[in-house]
C-alpha cells in the first residue's frame, strides 16, 4: 500500500487561535487537493510555541505580567470538548485526509496545560490524543506531564500511526513503547531546529524500521506581535529555522531537511519497506531477544483500531 503524505513547515498566527485555525484550514485545503492523504502540523501548531518566553518567572518568584501572559496564552489554547475539535474535524472529513496538529491543549478538569498532538480521521473524526510525557526545561513551567494513557497509536487505512513530540523522541523506552505496538509511520513534531536532529530520525528510522515524519516551525523574531518584541530582542532574527524531513525504514532520506524557509514536504510512502527493511533487523521481532528483555508499560492503552 502507498500513502501520500505531506509534512507542513509552517508559522502561526502567533498567539491567536483564531487566525491560526483560519491559516491551518487553508493549508489543508492547499494540500489535499494535492493528494495527500495525512498532513502533519508542528509542535504548538495553535497557538504557537513560545520560544525565548519566561513568562515572568524566576527560582522563587513570578511576576504578575507573567501570570498575564500565561492567562492569554490559555485562553488561545485549545479545548478538545469544544467547537475547536468539531472544527478540525469537519476539516477532516471535507478533504478526506487525516490530519496530526501540535497543540497546546487546555482541559476542563483543571487549569494546567499540555503540549499535545492530536489524531483526525476523515472518516472516525478525533481518534486520540497523545500529551508530552516529559516537557524539557522551561516549558516545565507552562505544560504538564502526562502519563502512560497519552502513549497511544492507531491503525488505521492508511498504516498503523504513532509518535512522540520532539525531545521525548530522546526517552529510548519512550521509542520502545512506540515500537512495540508496530508503528509503521512514526510521526515527531517538534521545535528543535539544530542541524543534529536530523541524525535522530534517521536514527529512530533505522532502529525502528518505520517512515519517520519530522515537521518543525519556521519562525523568526520579526513574526511575533510587537507587544512580545522585547522577549527576543538579543535573539537572532531566525529563531526556528525547520529542519522538517521524512525519512525511510532503512534510514534513507526520501524529502528534506528543509531550512530557513516555510513548505511543505510530500513523498509517497510505499509500506510493504517496513516489512522488507526488517529482513536483517526488527526490534521487535527476531532481534528484540524476549529472553533477556521485557518492557512494561503502565497505563499504555491498546492500539485503537480505526
Known amino acids: 500500500?502507498?500513502?501520500?503524505?505531506?509534512?507542513?513547515?509552517?508559522?502561526?498566527?502567533?498567539?491567536?487561535?483564531?487566525?491560526?485555525?483560519?491559516?491551518?484550514?487553508?493549508?489543508?485545503?492547499?494540500?489535499?487537493?494535492?493528494?495527500?492523504?495525512?498532513?502533519?502540523?508542528?509542535?504548538?501548531?495553535?497557538?504557537?510555541?513560545?520560544?525565548?518566553?519566561?513568562?515572568?518567572?524566576?527560582?522563587?518568584?513570578?511576576?504578575?505580567?507573567?501570570?498575564?501572559?500565561?492567562?492569554h496564552y490559555a485562553a488561545n489554547?485549545?479545548?478538545?470538548?469544544?467547537?475547536?475539535?468539531?472544527?478540525?474535524e469537519k476539516l477532516s472529513k471535507t478533504y478526506k485526509v487525516f490530519l496530526v496538529i501540535g497543540i497546546t491543549e487546555k482541559q476542563h478538569t483543571n487549569g494546567s496545560l499540555y503540549c499535545s498532538m492530536i489524531y483526525i480521521s476523515p472518516t472516525h473524526g478525533l481518534l486520540g490524543v497523545h500529551r508530552k510525557i516529559k516537557p524539557t526545561g522551561t516549558e516545565r513551567l507552562i505544560w504538564a506531564e502526562a502519563g502512560g494513557e497519552g502513549l497511544v497509536s492507531f491503525d488505521t487505512k492508511i498504516g498503523k500511526l504513532g509518535g512522540l513530540i520532539c525531545w521525548e523522541n530522546y526517552m529510548p523506552?519512550?521509542?520502545?513503547?512506540?515500537?512495540?505496538?508496530?508503528?509503521?509511520?512514526?510521526?515527531?513534531?517538534?521545535?528543535?531546529?539544530?542541524?543534529?536532529?536530523?541524525?535522530?530520525?534517521?536514527?529512530?528510522?533505522?532502529?525502528?524500521?518505520?517512515f519517520v515524519l519530522g515537521c518543525n516551525q519556521y519562525y523568526t523574531k520579526s513574526m511575533y506581535p510587537k507587544k512580545y518584541q522585547t522577549m527576543v530582542q538579543t535573539a537572532p532574527e531566525n529563531l526556528c529555522s525547520g529542519g522538517s524531513i521524512i525519512v525511510s525504514p532503512l534510514g534513507e532520506v526520501?524529502?528534506?531537511?528543509?531550512?530557513?524557509?516555510?513548505?511543505?514536504?510530500?513523498?509517497?510512502?510505499?509500506?510493504?519497506?517496513?516489512?522488507?527493511?526488517?529482513?536483517?533487523?526488527?526490534?521487535?521481532?527476531?532481534?528484540?531477544?524476549?529472553?533477556?528483555?521485557?518492557?512494561?508499560?503502565?497505563?499504555?492503552?491498546?492500539?485503537?483500531?480505526?
Request: some cysteine.
Open 254 to 306: 526520501l524529502a528534506g531537511p528543509l531550512f530557513d524557509k516555510a513548505g511543505v514536504l510530500i513523498a509517497e510512502l510505499d509500506l510493504e519497506a517496513v516489512t522488507k527493511s526488517k529482513l536483517d533487523f526488527d526490534v521487535i521481532g527476531h532481534y528484540a531477544r524476549n529472553d533477556i528483555f521485557k518492557l512494561k508499560v503502565k497505563g499504555q492503552p491498546a492500539m485503537k483500531k480505526e
Open 77 to 88: 489554547s485549545i479545548d478538545l470538548e469544544s467547537a475547536d475539535c468539531l472544527r478540525f
Open 1 to 71: 500500500m502507498k500513502v501520500k503524505v505531506g509534512v507542513i513547515q509552517e508559522s502561526p498566527v502567533f498567539f491567536n487561535k483564531e487566525q491560526t485555525l483560519d491559516k491551518l484550514a487553508s493549508l489543508v485545503a492547499t494540500y489535499a487537493k494535492e493528494g495527500c492523504e495525512l498532513l502533519v502540523f508542528p509542535e504548538s501548531f495553535i497557538p504557537g510555541y513560545p520560544r525565548g518566553f519566561d513568562f515572568g518567572a524566576k527560582v522563587g518568584s513570578r511576576s504578575t505580567a507573567g501570570r498575564e501572559l500565561y492567562a
Open 173 to 210: 523506552l519512550a521509542r520502545m513503547s512506540m515500537y512495540q505496538k508496530g508503528v509503521e509511520i512514526y510521526i515527531a513534531p517538534t521545535a528543535d531546529s539544530r542541524d543534529e536532529w536530523t541524525a535522530t530520525m534517521k536514527h529512530i528510522a533505522l532502529e525502528g524500521r518505520c
